[in-house]
């Protein structure tokens, strides 16, 4: 099993910025590829960014592109979301995720990937 806990949320004006990051313990393997979902309320969780473990590639939402960006320091510890310019439609409920299947493909579906945290909460005023 794979545990994965966020941190970093809290309430920030509009145009502020916060850093989440993800940590991971317990059966961790440097082949995961991780990603970060949101999911505001009334709203489906959807996408936000995702990095390969394999190249260290990136990927992500339109809505969050040239504003936000994800990192990682290693293959396996921790993963960060530098959120910079953020707007008040970026408040919601931040996961974080990890697909262990070792395919160097980013997923950007929910299905894509096994492990979840329990989220942060993000919320930015206007």
């Known amino acids: 099993q794979v545990q994965l806990v966020e941190s970093g949320g809290g309430l920030v004006q509009a145009g502020g910025s916060l850093r989440l990051s993800c940590a991971a313990s317990g059966r961790t393997h440097s082949r995961y590829t991780m990603g970060w979902f949101r999911q505001a309320p009334g709203k489906e969780r959807e996408f936000v960014a995702a990095?390969?473990?394999?190249?260290?590639?990136?990927y992500y939402a339109d809505s969050v592109k040239g504003r936000f960006t994800i990192s990682r320091d290693n293959a396996k510890n921790p993963v960060y979301l530098q959120m910079n310019s953020l707007k008040p439609e970026d408040t919601a409920v931040y996961y974080c995720?990890?697909?262990?299947?070792?395919?160097?493909?980013?997923?950007?579906?929910?299905?894509?990937?096994?492990?979840w945290g329990q989220g942060t909460q993000v919320t930015v005023s206007s």
């Open positions: 995720a990890a697909d262990p299947s070792g395919i160097p493909l980013i997923a950007t579906a929910e299905l894509g990937y096994d492990y």
């Open positions: 990095i390969s473990w394999s190249d260290s590639s990136t």
